[in-house]
C-alpha cells in the first residue's frame, strides 16, 4: 500500500501504470457502463452548493415534483430503449426549506420527499421492471432502509470530507461527518452503495486522499461500496462558481489514478463519460466503468454536456483494447449474492434483468420468443491496437483463441473467460468457431427428416423447468395429462415413415405406472410400424428408471433395449451437469455421475447418444464449463457422442420463473457462444453441433450457423416441450423452411441420417 507521500510525489505517469495494473487484475479488460434513464423527482433543495445548476428555485419551476404519470412516462421510455436503471436524482430535504414542497407531500399523502421517492421507486420497478437507484443525499439510516425494498442500490457522493469549503457553504447536507454517517450506515444496512470525489471544487490532493481513504474503511468495514464516481468540476454559468477554473485534466487523472491505487481493487471506479473531451486518458487512468449512460434523458446535473452516443463509447474502449458491456445498477458481485444485498422484495427483479454473469441483459431477445435477435456477427471486427501499458491485444479472450489456434485444449478457465465474450470479442469467438467448423464438419448444413414422439406428460418427478410434466403437484400449466396407446405410437411411425422420416425420437415423463417393459414394449410399438426407422429414444433418466423398475444393471437393460432395435440415445435429462445447479433445476433427478454413467454404459453397449445442454435459468458460465469438460472426457473415453446440442433455457410458461427464482433464460449473446464456444472446447472430440431452431428461431438459426453450428437437427413434427415452455417457433420446419434459413449463408443444405451419413443415407443408419 502506498502511503500518501509516495502517492504525493510519484510522477503521473507511474501511477496510471500502477493503476492500470491493479484494474486489469481486478476487473479485466471489461469496462461497464449502464444504460439508464434520470428521472429528476424534485429540483428544489435545501442546500446552496456553489457549483450546481441542478436545484431551482420554486418559482421557476412548474410543479415541486414531478407526478407519478411523469415520472412513469419517463421510466417507460427508458424501458423502450433498453435501458435498466432508473435514476433517481433529486434536492435534498426541499421540505425543509420550501413551504411548496412540504405542501405538495402533504397535499399528495407523504411525510417527506424519502417517502413520496419509495413510492415512486416502487412504482417504476412493478411498472416497468427497471432497477430504480436512489440518488437522495445525505440520508438517516432510517431513511436509508426505508427506499432499500425498492431500490436495487443508493448513492450519495461524498464529494470532499474537506471541512470548510467555500463550494460547500450554505449546504448543511454537505457537512464531511453527516454525509460520512451515511455512507457508513448504508454498510450497516448492506445497501450496494455509490459514492465518489467531486474534484476541483478547492480541496487539495491531501484532501482527495483522506476522503478516498474514509471511503476505503467504511468499504472495508462492510463490504458495500460498490462504485467511486471521480467527477471532475466544471463551472456553470449562473453558479457562485461560474468564474472558478475547471478541474484540469491531469488534476482528474490524478485522482482517478490515486483512487485506483488507494481503493480496495474490487471497488468499481468511474468517470462520468460526458465531462471529458478525451476519454482515453480517462481508461488509461485507471477506470473500468463509464456509469449512467442514456439514450432518453439528459444529465440534469450536466445538461450542457450531452451523453456519447453508445457507438462512440463502444468505439473509444475497444480502441483502448477493452470490451464495453451493460450492467445493472448494482455490480454483478452484488447481485449474484442477493440474499446479502438485497431485499427480498428486488431479487427476482435484478434476477430478471439480469444475464448469467449477473451483467444487464443486453437485448429483448429471449429463446423462444418472437423478439428478432441483435445481429452479433455483422460489421468489421476492429483491429486491436495494444493496449496502454502494455497488457495483450485482445485481452483474456484474444489471448484463449491465440493458443486454441496453437492446438491448445480449453479448460474451465479458458471456457468461462469464452463466455464472457462481448463486443467485438464474440465475433472473433464465432470466427474462430466457423474456421474448425469448416475444417471439421465442411459446408454442409445438415439436418435430419425425423418426427418427435412424446409419449406421455405424465411425470413422477418435479424438475423445476418443466412446463411440459403434468402429476399431482405440478403446475397444470399447459394442456392435460395424455399417454398414448401403443397404437397411437406404431400409427405416428407409419404416417412419419410415409412422410419421409427416417428417425423417430421419443421421450416422455416418467409415468408412476410404467415399469421397465414399457420402453420395450415402445420399441415393439415402432418396430411394428418400420423394421428401419432409426430410434432416438429415452434419456438417461428413463434408462436409469427402466433399469432400475427391472430391477437389472443398466447394461444389461440397454442390451435389451439395444436388441429390441433402440439406437441412440438423445442427451436430454442432463441439464446442467453440476451438481450445485441440479440441486436447483432438479433436486430429484438422475445426479451429474448418473447421468455420465447412463451414456457410459450406453456407449459401451454400442449405443450412440448426443450431448446437450439446458441453460440460462439460474447458472453461471463456470457450470456451463463444468459440463463441457465432464462430457468431453467421457467422449475422450467412449467416442460415443454424434452431437452436442445447446437448448437454451425457454423461460415463459416454466414453474421456475413463474415461481420468480429464475432468469428469462439465456441473452442471444450467451446462446450464440455456447454454440461457439462448444465448437471450439470439443473440437478434435465432437465433430457435430447442433442448433435447435424450436428455441433459438430462424434468424438465431442462421447466426449461429456462422459460429461453428453445421446441423439444425430435426424436422421435428410434434414438438411439444418446447412449446410447453412458452416456445412460439412452430411444432415442424419443412425443408423448404430450412432452406430459407440456409440459403444466404451460401452453403448446401444436405439431409442425413441420425449418425451424420449424407444423401441416400441409409434409413437404419
Ligand atoms: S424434465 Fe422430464 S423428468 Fe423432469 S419433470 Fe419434466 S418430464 Fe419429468
Known amino acids: 500500500m502506498l502511503s500518501d507521500a509516495d502517492l504525493l510525489r510519484s510522477p503521473l505517469s507511474d501511477l496510471t501504470a500502477l493503476a492500470r495494473v491493479v484494474r486489469d487484475g481486478a476487473h479485466g479488460r471489461r469496462v461497464t457502463f449502464s444504460p439508464k434513464v434520470f428521472i429528476p423527482l424534485t429540483m428544489l433543495c435545501r442546500d446552496r452548493c456553489g457549483y450546481c445548476t441542478f436545484a431551482k428555485a420554486p418559482a421557476r419551476l412548474e410543479s415541486p415534483y414531478l407526478t407519478p404519470e411523469e415520472v412513469l412516462a419517463v421510466a417507460r421510455a427508458g424501458q423502450e430503449a ?17 413551504p411548496v414542497a412540504a405542501e405538495w407531500l402533504a397535499a399528495h399523502g407523504y411525510g417527506s420527499t424519502v417517502e413520496y421517492l419509495a413510492a415512486m421507486c416502487r412504482l417504476v420497478v412493478e411498472e416497468t421492471g427497471l432497477l430504480p437507484h436512489a440518488n437522495a443525499g445525505a440520508l438517516f439510516a432510517e431513511e436509508l432502509a426505508v427506499l432499500r425494498p425498492v431500490t436495487a442500490s443508493q448513492g450519495m457522493m461524498l464529494e470532499s470530507l474537506a471541512e470548510g469549503l467555500a463550494a460547500h457553504r450554505g449546504a448543511p447536507d454537505k457537512e464531511p461527518a453527516r454525509r460520512l454517517a451515511t455512507l457508513e450506515a448504508a454498510g450497516e444496512l448492506a445497501i450496494p452503495f455509490t459514492t465518489g470525489i467531486l474534484v476541483g471544487i478547492g480541496d487539495t490532493r491531501t484532501d482527495q486522499l483522506a476522503t478516498l481513504r474514509a471511503i ?10 460498490q462504485e467511486v464516481i471521480v467527477q471532475n468540476f466544471l463551472p456553470k454559468r449562473g453558479t457562485a462558481m461560474a468564474k472558478a477554473a475547471p478541474c484540469p485534466a491531469d488534476d482528474l487523472v490524478w485522482a482517478i489514478a490515486v483512487a485506483r ?14 465531462l471529458s473531451d478525451d476519454l482515453a486518458p480517462l481508461l488509461e487512468a485507471g477506470i473500468d466503468d463509464w456509469g449512467g449512460v442514456s439514450p432518453v434523458t439528459a444529465d440534469h446535473v450536466n445538461p450542457e454536456r450531452a451523453w456519447p452516443a453508445l457507438e462512440v463509447l463502444r468505439e473509444a474502449t475497444e480502441a483502448a483494447g477493452h470490451t464495453l458491456a451493460p450492467r445493472l445498477t448494482l455490480y454483478p458481485s452484488f447481485a449474484l449474492d442477493p440474499a446479502r444485498w438485497l431485499d427480498e422484495a428486488m431479487r427476482f427483479p435484478v434476477l430478471d434483468a439480469s444475464d448469467a454473469e449477473g451483467l444487464a441483459r443486453d437485448a429483448v431477445w429471449c429463446s423462444g420468443g ?100 403434468k402429476g399431482p403437484l405440478s403446475l397444470n400449466l399447459r394442456g392435460a395429462p395424455y399417454l398414448l396407446e401403443l397404437d397411437e405410437i406404431t400409427r405416428r411411425v407409419v404416417e412419419a415413415e410415409a412422410e419421409g422420416a427416417t428417425e423417430v425420437c421419443l421421450q416422455g415423463g416418467i409415468h408412476p405406472n410404467f415399469d421397465g417393459d414399457y420402453y420395450l414394449h415402445v420399441l415393439e410399438a415402432v418396430r411394428e410400424a418400420s423394421t428401419t426407422i ?38 436430454t435429462a442432463a441439464e446442467i451437469l453440476d451438481d450445485e445447479v441440479r440441486a436447483v433445476l432438479c433436486p430429484d433427478k438422475i445426479s451429474t455421475d448418473e447421468w455420465l454413467e447412463a451414456h457410459r454404459t450406453a456407449h459401451a453397449v454400442g449405443l450412440r447418444s448426443n450431448v446437450t445442454i439446458m441453460f440460462g435459468s439460474v447458472e453461471q458460465p463456470v457450470s456451463w464449463a463444468r459440463h463441457i ?33 429464475a432468469r428469462r433464460g439465456p441473452t442471444f449473446r450467451e446462446a450464440l457462444l455456447m454454440h461457439a464456444v462448444g465448437r471450439i472446447a ?32 430435426g424436422t421435428l413434427m410434434d414438438e411439444n416441450i418446447s412449446r410447453a415452455a412458452g416456445a412460439r417457433h412452430g411444432q415442424r420446419m419443412g425443408v423448404e423452411d430450412l432452406e430459407a434459413i440456409v440459403a444466404p449463408l451460401g452453403r448446401p443444405l444436405v439431409q442425413r441420417s441420425t449418425l451424420y451419413a449424407q444423401a441416400g443415407a441409409s434409413a437404419s443408419a
Open 682 to 713: 470439443y473440437a478434435g472430440y465432437i465433430d457435430n453441433i447442433q442448433v435447435s431452431w424450436v428455441k433459438m428461431g430462424a434468424e438465431g438459426s442462421r447466426q449461429v450457423l456462422r459460429a461453428g453450428v453445421n446441423d439444425l437437427g
Open 370 to 469: 418472437e423478439e428478432a435477435p441483435p445481429a452479433l456477427l455483422d460489421g468489421p471486427v476492429p483491429v486491436r491496437v495494444p493496449a496502454a501499458g502494455g497488457a495483450t491485444a485482445g485481452g483474456a479472450v484474444g489471448e484463449v483463441l491465440a493458443g486454441v489456434a496453437l492446438g491448445q485444449e480449453v479448460g474451465i478457465a479458458e471456457i468461462v473467460t469464452l463466455f464472457g465474450a462481448r463486443g467485438s470479442d464474440v465475433r472473433r469467438v464465432a470466427e474462430v468457431a466457423d474456421d474448425l467448423r469448416s475444417r471439421i464438419a465442411g459446408d454442409a448444413v445438415t439436418y435430419v427428416h425425423n418426427r418427435n414422439i412424446n409419449y406421455t406428460n405424465v411425470c413422477t418427478f418435479k424438475c423445476r423447468f418443466c412446463a411440459f410434466s
Open 216 to 225: 476505503a474503511a467504511s468499504h472495508v468495514r462492510h463490504g458495500h461500496v
Open 534 to 571: 432409426h430410434i432416438h429414444a429415452f434419456t438417461a433418466l428413463e434408462v436409469t428408471e427402466g433399469a432400475r423398475r427391472s430391477e437389472v444393471p443398466l447394461a444389461e437393460y440397454l442390451t435389451r433395449l439395444r436388441d429390441a432395435g433402440l439406437k441412440t440415445l438423445p442427451g
Open 629 to 661: 469438460v465432464a462430457t468431453r472426457a467421457l467422449q475422450r473415453e467412449t467416442g460415443g457422442f454424434t452431437e452436442f446440442v445447446p437448448l437454451p433455457f425457454v423461460h415463459m410458461a416454466t414453474p421456475i420463473y413463474l415461481q420468480r427464482r
Open 261 to 274: 491505487l488507494v481503493l480496495p481493487a474490487e471497488v468499481h471506479l468511474q468517470a462520468p463519460p460526458n
Open 82 to 98: 433498453g435501458c435498466h436503471e432508473a435514476l433517481f436524482t433529486l434536492g435534498e430535504r426541499p421540505e425543509l426549506r420550501y
